[in-house]
């Protein structure tokens, strides 16, 4: 999850940090790494932003605090350690999921969420169809649908998601998510929520189907909803630098 980058710790965290500014906290997703946004990372690092990435705990708290809460709860912990204020967090899938959350929880030091392919309305997951745990093939194609090109699944990220279903701690763990996922539907709270939000998806994207994106751009009160053609699940690694475009737009036109 950490390849080739080097993390802070400091408490019980371990994040990425760079750059110097409004912090944007990135929220990772369920199979995804830190460096899955090292495009995000790179780019807004360079403008008036501090990003600044957590390792969730996915896998390192007892089964029954494996929930989306506990993950939105550690994020404020995480922010109230490092003495932080006015964030924007981004999310995507499980980590726009959490952002959310968070949002609802914990609004006083949020500034404006970002959301792109996130779950807490409606997903098509992998757990409809586990476990398939020795088939390589069949991790493979899983991984490949979460793209609109297949290709961008390399073989590092395909088999980081094999050796997870393989390993029967974290596979139950990641089923136990899932199912808080599911649990934690936002539906009933997003009008509640009046902080800015951008909505970023892809117009192909299988997991987390567009209608999903209509839905949170209609419940949310203050939202600004764009889509990236050609796209599947995981926009700022497919359409890095069209991804960047819309949010660094959104953000000079909300003044945030």
Known sequence: MQQGQKTKQSGKF??????????????????????????????????????????LPLYDL????????????????FIQHLGLK???????????????????????NVKALVITGSSGLYENSMGDSYPKRGDYEYI??????VFYDPAVATKEIIDEVFDLVNDR?????????????????????????????????????????PEVAEEFNKLLPD????????????PMMEHPETFNQLLEGWLKERKI
């Open 14 to 55: 371990h994040y990425l940090d760079e750059g110097e500014g409004t912090p944007i906290i990135v929220l990772h997703g369920l199979m995804g790494g830190l460096s899955n946004f090292s495009a995000v990372t790179e780019h807004f690092s360079k403008l008036e932003y501090r990003v600044i990435i957590p390792v």
């Open 140 to 145: 493979k194609k899983k991984a490949e649908e």
């Open 169 to 209: 701690v974290k596979l139950v763990k990641t089923l136990a998510i899932a199912k808080s996922a599911i649990r934690h539907n936002m539906a009933k709270d997003l009008p509640k929520l009046k902080k800015p939000v951008c909505i970023i998806w892809g117009k192909n994207d299988k997991v987390t189907p």
């Open 86 to 108: 006015d964030v924007i967090l981004l999310g995507n899938s499980l980590g726009g999921h959490i952002g959310l959350l968070h949002l609802k929880l914990f609004p006083k």
């Open 62 to 77: 007892p089964l029954l605090k494996t929930t989306v809460k506990n993950f939105a709860e550690y994020i404020d912990a």
């Open 223 to 234: 939202s600004d909803l764009f889509w990236i053609d050609k796209c599947g699940h995981a």
